[in-house]
């Protein structure tokens, strides 16, 4: 099992984008478009266990997802999603902090592994205003999850450096 602090070196490791698919772009899935990457970490021990999944909604492009995966040793664990990074989903929400018609972010805890929970629930969740945009999510992603070679699979993510302060 995890600690919150281990989950949170977990994400924070540095790590590089070993492949994309596909090479280029997104593909299209339904009414979503999307990318998968894998990711190796700096450290052996995590060499190979990381992957992100990147989703966006192709009409309300506000709407969009950027998780970290983690492959675990752990045969009763599997893989979990260690964080996720999401966009607005409308401007109706059932829950008092809004969280649904602002960016927010959901991060794993060792409670929700404990209980069974692989994934972020949403009882664990931030709203915040380091990003507005897909393109401002998928760079503070990036750089929270301490992926250094970002920028060579997505470039335009590093041109946001010349005009804003991200």
């Known amino acids: 099992m995890f600690s919150d602090s281990e989950l949170q070196e977990l994400l924070a490791m540095p790590k590089a984008i070993r492949d994309k698919r596909p090479a280029r772009g997104y593909v299209r899935d339904g009414a979503q478009r999307r990318c998968d990457l894998e990711l190796?970490?700096?450290?052996?021990?995590h060499a190979g266990a990381f992957t992100v999944f990147v989703r966006q909604h192709l009409r309300f492009i506000e709407n969009f997802s950027v998780g970290l995966r983690y492959?675990?040793?752990?045969l009763d664990l599997g893989t979990i999603t260690v964080v996720r990074y999401n966009g607005p989903h409308g401007d109706i929400s059932r829950h008092p902090d809004g969280?649904?018609?602002?960016?927010h972010i959901h991060r794993l805890t060792s409670d929700e592994?404990?209980?069974g929970s692989l994934h972020p629930t949403e009882r664990h969740r931030e709203t915040?205003?380091?990003y507005d945009t897909f393109e401002r999510a998928l760079r503070t992603f990036f750089l929270d999850a301490g992926v250094r070679?970002?920028?060579d699979?997505?470039?335009?993510?590093v041109q946001l450096d010349m005009f804003n302060d991200n």
């Open 153 to 157: 699979f997505f470039p335009e993510l």
């Open 71 to 74: 492959r675990t040793e752990a």
């Open 99 to 103: 969280h649904y018609a602002k960016p």
């Open 149 to 151: 070679n970002f920028g």
């Open 40 to 45: 190796d970490a700096e450290t052996d021990l």
């Open 113 to 115: 592994l404990q209980r």
């Open 128 to 130: 915040t205003d380091r």
